[in-house]
């Protein structure tokens, strides 16, 4: 790959807009990206009449699995090697090297910057699954970055529908703009809303608290121990303050720690 292949590329699947270079150099990508999308569809024409028909008139939610996918010899088109540049990286970076939330990360974000000229709808279904917390927590800023990437994708009518169980992520959204779906553990039925309180820029914490009705900041494990220390303390011929001191040395720091430990020495001054 260099210049005069860039060039061909460039030639073969550019869309001249008329507008500016960056629009030009988009659809160009884009032109491309659809073309290996219909050599990759071409594949499925070595499926056998019968497994088409099974495929389409079953109802099963499974059908992925109906159709194995052929040897690479057997395939119309593949992809042999993909490799990626990164600027300040010398080595070659392996798309296969990648993890599951590099994978992910790339296939939404490159999505969104293919088709940023385009008047689009969105549909993310829990993009921040795989990633880290660092990366959840600016996922929205990266969205953001690659949907407005220059002047000419201001003024594009897009919309975005994403799902998520990451209060980052609804951390960056305006309360107008956040539904949240309750499901009654009786009837099955579902409802939705929005937020009571704004959700931009709102603690973690409360966004677990107040949406996915989750009032611990631990998990259930460590929360347990931490009520076996209290219920000990509770007991007769214990002491307290030994106790206290046992759990502060086994926990790590946490509101839940702070206020068991506050309960615990105030029990044993009232007895």
């Given at each position: 790959m260099n210049d005069a292949t860039k060039e061909a590329f460039q030639v073969h699947f550019g869309d001249a807009s008329g507008e500016s270079e960056d629009v030009n150099k988009a659809k160009s990508a884009l032109n491309l990206f659809q073309s290996f999308q219909t050599l990759l569809t071409l594949n499925h024409y070595s499926v056998d009449e019968m497994t088409k028909a099974e495929l389409y008139q079953s109802g099963s939610l499974y059908v992925n699995e109906t159709i194995s996918t052929p040897a690479s010899h057997e395939r119309i088109t593949r992809f042999k090697e993909g490799e990626l540049m990164k600027g300040g990286v010398m080595e070659r970076l392996y798309v296969k090297a990648l993890s599951d939330g590099e994978h992910q990360l790339l296939h939404t974000i490159g999505l969104c910057l293919l088709y940023?000229?385009?008047?689009?709808?969105?549909?993310?279904?829990?993009?921040?699954?795989?990633?880290?917390?660092?990366?959840?927590?600016?996922?929205?800023?990266?969205?953001?970055?690659?949907?407005?990437?220059?002047?000419?994708?201001?003024?594009?009518?897009?919309?975005?529908?994403?799902?998520?169980?990451?209060?980052?992520?609804?951390?960056?959204?305006?309360?107008?703009?956040?539904?949240?779906?309750?499901?009654?553990?009786?009837?099955?039925?579902?409802?939705?809303?929005?937020?009571?309180?704004?959700?931009?820029?709102?603690?973690?914490?409360?966004?677990?608290?107040?949406?996915?009705?989750?009032?611990?900041?631990?998990?259930?494990?460590?929360?347990?121990?931490?009520?076996?220390?209290?219920?000990?303390?509770?007991?007769?011929?214990?002491?307290?303050?030994?106790?206290?001191?046992?759990?502060?040395?086994?926990?790590?720091?946490?509101?839940?720690?702070?206020?068991?430990?506050?309960?615990?020495?105030?029990?044993?001054?009232?007895?």
């Open positions: 940023r000229h385009e008047s689009a709808l969105f549909l993310l279904d829990e993009p921040e699954t795989h990633l880290n917390p660092d990366w959840r927590a600016s996922y929205i800023s990266t969205l953001r970055a690659a949907l407005e990437a220059d002047e000419g994708t201001r003024n594009v009518m897009r919309e975005v529908l994403l799902t998520s169980h990451s209060p980052f992520i609804i951390s960056d959204c305006r309360k107008e703009n956040v539904l949240v779906f309750t499901k009654d553990p009786l009837t099955r039925e579902v409802t939705w809303g929005t937020p009571d309180f704004e959700t931009f820029g709102a603690s973690a914490t409360l966004i677990t608290n107040e949406i996915f009705d989750r009032a611990e900041t631990i998990g259930d494990f460590a929360n347990d121990e931490l009520k076996k220390f209290e219920s000990l303390a509770g007991q007769a011929g214990q002491n307290p303050l030994a106790i206290a001191k046992q759990l502060d040395r086994t926990l790590g720091d946490s509101i839940e720690k702070t206020l068991a430990i506050s309960r615990i020495l105030s029990g044993s001054k009232e007895s």
